[in-house]
C-alpha cells in the first residue's frame, strides 16, 4: 500500500527531469500536471488518477510507463526552428 506522498514521490522520480504538480480532487482522484520547470511548457495533463487502483508497484509502473508513452506522444511531430529546412536565400 502506497500513501499519497510515497506515490508522488514515486511519479516524480520517474519522470524527472521533468517536473510534477499533483492535485487532488474531491472525489478522490488525482489531477497530474507535467511540465518543464525551466521553459514553463505544459507537456501532459491527466485528470481522474484513482487513487486507490494504484495500490501495488506494478500498478504504478504500468501507469508510469503509460505517462512515459504519452509523454513521448506528445513530443513526436513538434518542429522547432532548427528541425526546418533552409531556404535557398539563406544559403
Do not use: W
Amino acid at each position: 500500500m502506497f500513501t499519497l506522498s510515497q506515490l508522488r514521490n514515486c511519479i516524480e522520480e520517474a519522470l524527472l527531469p521533468l517536473t510534477c504538480e499533483f492535485t487532488l480532487c474531491r472525489d478522490a482522484s488525482l489531477t497530474l500536471k507535467v511540465f518543464d520547470a525551466e521553459s514553463g511548457r505544459v507537456d501532459l495533463v491527466v485528470t481522474g488518477i484513482s487513487v486507490n487502483k494504484l495500490q501495488s508497484a506494478h500498478a504504478v509502473e504500468k501507469m508510469v510507463e503509460e505517462l512515459r508513452y504519452e509523454l513521448q506522444s506528445n513530443t513526436m511531430g513538434h518542429l522547432t526552428l532548427d528541425d526546418l529546412p533552409m531556404s535557398p536565400s539563406a544559403s
